[in-house]
């Protein structure tokens, strides 16, 4: 790859569109962000049309080894909700639309990164059953599962397909909550939600907002077409039922930025925390899993000044 793949090369209409410097101080203070019209109706449409194939089982490529604790929803399931790892990589419709430069430039200005690389994405469908426990997802934030990163700058980009709100179960931020000191946090958290208790994580996240002296202050995205919800790595949210009557589908496309890089993260049995992609990409020289693999977390947007050979 050469170094001019990854310049901004933004149009004035796309930098008229960039968190100001009171957007960032909000997100710094808030731990969340909703943006402008990131993407046209035709790309979210387009991001509509290749769900739907990939869903029909369409592939561009496939993962060679399954980790162990992937999402990946199949027909098998049943009418539950919906989640698939990986959507960027394995089908090249969804990652091309994903990758646009002007995503990546929002998330870098938000977490005052010079480089934004994909870190996971996750297809999500909910669908139009309001007493599908499943469509209830728990408060959590995603830096548990995360924790064999070095980075507290990731974030986590969240792009419905249509214009989502409360009434189909929008994703909810519990404002400031990225700025809480935690407490009561042991093994158990860098367990994904799924596999988790959801009174012990309502329990969490009250414990933490008393120990800090906290309101939950719960704020619904209220989010239009082609909008982006952007929320750090620690702020606690979660998301509601789906009384819509339609399906609420969306990817969460999670971001790391550019000094993010694999780390040892003990846990009390002695063994290390993981990602999925530690079975999956390159290995540094030094035998490290690679966080910054271009087949699975790619670049998309570094700032000029970083540009290299």
């Known amino acids: 790859m050469t170094a001019t793949e990854f310049e901004p090369a933004l149009t004035a209409e796309e930098q008229a569109l960039l968190p100001s410097d009171d957007d960032v101080r909000h997100y710094a203070e808030h731990g969340w962000y909703l943006s402008g019209k990131v993407f046209t109706d ?22 060679p080894v399954r980790p162990p604790k992937l999402a990946y ?9 919906r989640h698939n790892d990986y959507v960027h990589h394995e089908h090249d419709g969804l990652g091309a639309i994903l990758r646009k430069p002007l995503l990546g430039a929002v998330a870098a200005r938000l977490a005052q990164a010079d480089e934004i690389r994909v870190f996971q994405s996750t297809l999500i469908y909910k669908p139009p059953i309001s007493g599908e426990p499943s469509n209830i997802v728990p408060w959590h934030f995603d830096k548990h599962y995360w924790a064999s990163s070095s980075s507290e700058k990731m974030l986590t980009a969240f792009i419905p397909f249509h214009d989502c709100g409360e009434e189909m179960g929008t994703i909810t931020m519990v404002d400031g909550s990225h700025r809480w000191k935690e407490i009561g946090a042991d093994d158990t958290v860098v367990r994904h939600f799924a596999d988790r208790d959801r009174g012990q994580l309502e329990e969490m996240l009250a414990e933490n907002a008393a120990y800090n002296g906290a309101e939950i202050r719960k704020i619904p995205m209220v989010i239009p077409k082609g909008h982006v919800s952007f929320h750090h790595c620690r702020t606690y949210h979660g998301s509601g039922p789906n009384v819509s009557g339609r399906p609420r589908q969306a990817i969460s496309l999670h971001l790391q930025d550019g000094d993010n890089a694999w780390r040892e993260y003990p846990l009390s049995d002695g063994t290390l925390a993981a990602y999925n992609h530690d079975v999956l990409v390159r290995r540094t020289h030094d035998g490290r899993p690679d966080y910054a693999d271009p087949d699975y977390c790619p670049v998309i947007w570094r ?5 290299g050979g």
């Open 303 to 307: 700032h000029r000044a970083q540009q």
């Open 42 to 63: 035709d790309e979210v449409d387009a991001l509509a049309a290749a769900t739907q194939r990939y869903y029909d089982g369409e592939r561009s490529r496939r993962l």
């Open 73 to 81: 929803w199949e027909p098998s399931k049943g009418p539950v909700q």
